[in-house]
């Protein structure tokens, strides 16, 4: 079975999910949601996934949902209040977040707060929330982008959303998955390709990076999904296409969520949430 740009992501990204560990999932980030219920299902069967809408936490969601974790946490009693949420970031140092940036730097600086605009004022994006304390206690940082390109690549971001330091242990400062590979940032400016996808070239990577790049000489393949893994991904987490909402152009998105409302709700109505 050939694999879509989407499924690509979400195999990469699960194979950063250790075990154990504690996953939060920022709101609209369906790629690393269906990440780590893939490793659930693989790798990592003790991960637990932190839904940030409905403040609860999923040992092993059957399934992604946009409409029914609400109802699923109520029902279920494991509802959090935000100071259990706040304990558990601070103080579990395997919890762990995959954060998708407007803007990238050299120093993993990144920009989710406000875009510059043709008056100079900058105008404001979804917000930085609790990115600021994330790096601190949560080393290495987890990033993704669905499109790798310079206008996310920047030599210097335009609003810096929290500080990166590079961890006492000399270890990364951030990880970062795109769509042509997987990358790391060190304690110098720049990024070092960890791997590449099958169809890049370090060459393609320099071209869309406004920032120094690194490569090895020999660099790997990222793995590939297996078929097991997408019939995990399209049969049984995402059987109505959620994963495409992050991809596809703003101007179709309205109609895919429109479709996948309708169709959970003709699900649940015909008694399949259970």
């Known amino acids: 079975m050939t694999a879509s ?3 690509r992501l979400i195999v990469a990204l699960s194979k950063e999910v250790g075990d154990g560990e504690v996953w939060g999932l920022g709101l609209g980030t369906v790629l690393p949601a269906l990440a780590v219920m893939l490793a659930q299902r693989t790798h990592a069967p003790s991960t637990v996934l932190y839904a940030t809408g409905s403040n609860s936490y999923l040992t092993r969601p059957d399934r992604l949902w946009l409409t029914r974790s609400e109802f699923e946490t109520w029902r279920a009693g494991t ?5 259990d949420v706040l304990f558990v970031q601070e103080w579990n140092h395997s919890f762990g977040e995959f954060l998708r940036p407007a803007q990238i ?5 990144i920009n989710v707060t406000r875009m510059p605009d043709r008056d100079g004022v900058g105008r404001p994006i979804v917000g930085g929330t609790g990115i600021p304390d994330m790096p601190r206690d949560h080393a290495p940082r987890r990033l993704y982008a669905t ?14 959303s929290g500080i990166v330091d590079a961890p006492a242990d000399g270890g990364p400062r951030a990880r970062l998955v795109t769509d042509l590979g997987v990358f790391v940032f060190g304690s110098e400016p720049g990024m070092t390709v960890e791997s590449l996808a099958v169809d890049a070239t370090i060459e393609l990577v320099r071209e869309r990076t406004g920032f ?7 660099i790997p393949t990222t793995p590939q999904p297996t078929d097991d ?3 995990l991904i399209r049969e049984v987490l995402d059987p109505l296409g959620i994963r495409m909402l992050e991809l596809v152009h703003p101007r179709d998105r309205d ?3 429109r479709g996948i409302f309708e169709a959970e709700r003709a699900e649940m109505a015909a008694g399949g949430a259970r």
Not at 105 to 109: F, G, I, Q, Y
């Open 79 to 83: 509802a959090q209040s935000q100071a």
């Open 147 to 160: 499109a790798h390109d310079r206008r996310l690549f920047v030599e210097q971001v335009y609003f810096r």
């Open 255 to 257: 109609a895919l969520l």
């Open 5 to 7: 740009p989407a499924e």
């Open 212 to 218: 120094a790049v690194d490569a090895p000489a020999e």
């Open 105 to 109: 730097d050299a120093n993993a600086n």
């Open 229 to 231: 893994d997408l019939h």
